[in-house]
């Protein structure tokens, strides 16, 4: 474009006001457009993270492994106690225990649900950080009043923070 | 020429007009926003699918090793003294996978009380590369590494429930030698609580204090002395079956033999129990412990019953005799539990050449 045509372009008072309108069309539609594209932006964020937590958190349920070493159960004079060791054998660290339960595995009546437990090292220490690390080995004990039925079969069913699931089976 | 020229009207005709110029920029924006959005969400959804998949697969991976995973222990257990809990061991990877052992428990099932050897500074595995089998590998726990298991007021004459624990989570429970079992009811009902094995009778020429031609020696049944002090090597083990008890032997334990001397007349001579480590002869001795179904070499030598004044001095065959059989015979004498025991094997013949 001439320098010419500019400084008519200049000088020139038809059209101006479509001339402006059209600027101030445009630039809404520019704003408009940049907010609707972040914000647009902003909500596929937020899904790809929750779908990245959701995954993350199913991928390390699903390496979560409790191992039972030992069931024991000990029946005394007014009560009786379940001792538990654990070990981590699978490959996911900060293994945490959420909830116990102990049921007649015939029956199916539940005879203790516990939560949360106190988790010991196997010298009997308690654990600061209360979970287990990859192929660190602990144990928890669960105790009540009266006595489980002689002979019976007894599961105990270990729920971890990530929500997987661990049974083993016992005899009182 | 004439298209470009055409292409340049299209350009000035389109810039020098501004109408639907909105919706062009309108229709870019939709077009970006879709595609940034719209594919971001979809490959990152991908994405994350795939890392499922991976941990998946890798899990399921895991499960194979799990179930491959096929280690065999065979061994025996005693009790060398109450509370305590001797386990040998042959441990058998029989499987595809690498193996790793992390524990070992011996539940008493008589009294209900158990124990557990995790505790690297009482497992002779403390060295990771002793723990961990290879396909095939044999790890032996034999009664010099023999692990040692703390279970209350557990007795010789209990019954035990024992199992090792691997790394992936299987357990692997201790199965008894059959062997041993069948010798278990010929030897300890029949003629005593120790049997010999008679496929490890070996003898050493002896220089000094040094067992020559160490570890493999010559076989036990054909002697020659050469005038040479020799030491007799015999495997023992302990059948006190069902008590289970722990037989010490003292110094006064021998190996006797009549040979002959000339044709007409025969001659005795003993060697004194003696303890050998490595190749050397000791100057000093402590009683030898027999555990429960661990077999046990021992070692006889000295002309009389050790500490020998002056020091160790092997017994010979007299270099001037003649060659011939020659019986054999084993004099124990010792503590079985804590109760007084003697034991004598008229075991074997050996042929003496000189």
Do not use: C, H
């Not at chain 2, 065959?317 to 060659?323: D, L, N, Y």
């Amino acid at each position: 474009m001439s320098l010419r045509k500019v400084w008519k372009l200049l000088r020139e008072r038809r059209a101006v006001s479509v001339a402006i309108s059209n600027v101030i069309l445009a630039g809404a539609v520019i704003v408009v457009g940049f907010v609707v594209l972040f914000w647009g932006q902003s909500q596929s964020t937020a899904y790809n993270n929750a779908y990245s937590q959701t995954m993350s958190s199913d991928i390390a349920s699903l390496q979560e492994k409790l191992t039972f070493e030992n069931v024991f159960y000990k029946n005394g004079a007014t009560k009786w106690n379940v001792t538990v060791y654990l070990l981590n054998s699978g490959s996911q660290n900060n293994v945490t225990v959420k909830t116990v339960s102990i049921k007649n595995v015939i029956t199916g009546a539940y005879v203790i649900w516990s939560s949360p437990v106190v988790l010991k090292f196997f010298n009997g220490t308690t654990m600061a950080k209360q979970r287990l690390d990859m192929a660190q080995e602990g144990y928890f004990l669960l105790s009540s009043t009266g006595s489980l039925i002689k002979g019976t079969r007894y599961s105990v069913l270990i729920t971890t923070g990530r929500g997987s699931s661990f049974e083993s089976t016992f005899a009182a | 020429m004439k298209a470009l020229l055409r292409l340049r009207r299209n350009v000035e005709k389109l810039t020098g007009s501004s109408r639907g110029f909105s919706s062009v920029i309108g229709t870019i924006f939709m077009v970006l926003l879709v595609l940034t959005s719209i594919t971001g969400v979809f490959l990152w959804t991908l994405y994350q699918n795939t890392l499922y998949n991976y941990a998946v697969r890798g899990q399921n991976q895991q499960e194979l090793d799990v179930r491959n995973e096929n280690v065999v222990a065979n061994g025996n257990y005693s009790v060398p003294s109450p509370g305590k809990v001797s386990v040998i061991a042959n441990l058998t990877n029989a499987g595809p996978v690498t193996a790793q052992i992390v524990n070992l428990w011996v539940f008493d099932t008589s009294r209900q009380t158990y124990g557990f050897n995790n505790s690297v500074g009482n497992k002779p595995w403390a060295n990771l590369s002793w723990t961990t089998l290879k396909a095939g590998q044999v790890l032996k726990f034999t009664s010099n590494n023999a692990t040692k298991v703390t279970v209350p007021n557990a007795n010789s004459t209990d019954s035990f429930s024992i199992w090792f624990v691997t790394a992936r989570g299987n357990t692997v429970p201790l199965t008894k030698s059959q062997a041993n079992t069948l010798i278990t009811a010929q030897v300890s009902q029949g003629i005593g609580s120790v049997a010999m094995d008679f496929s490890s009778f070996l003898y050493y020429n002896v220089s000094g204090n040094t067992l020559l031609s160490y570890p493999n020696g010559g076989s036990g049944y054909i002697v020659n002395s050469k005038g040479n002090a020799i030491v007799f090597k015999i495997r023992l083990t302990n059948f006190d079956y069902p008590q289970r008890r722990t037989i010490t032997l003292f110094s006064f334990s021998v190996l006797w033999s009549l040979f002959p001397q000339t044709p007409q007349s025969q001659r005795g001579a003993p060697w004194y129990i003696v303890n050998v480590n490595g190749n050397l002869v000791e100057n000093t001795f402590n009683n030898v412990t027999l555990y429960y179904g661990v077999p046990k070499d021992v070692y006889f030598s000295a002309q009389s019953a050790m500490p020998m004044a002056g020091g160790f001095k092997g017994q010979s065959f007299p270099q001037q005799g003649i060659p011939g059989t020659a019986p054999v015979n084993i004099a124990l004498i010792g503590e079985i539990g804590s109760s007084p025991y003697g034991q004598n094997l008229p075991f074997a013949s050996i042929y003496v050449k000189s």
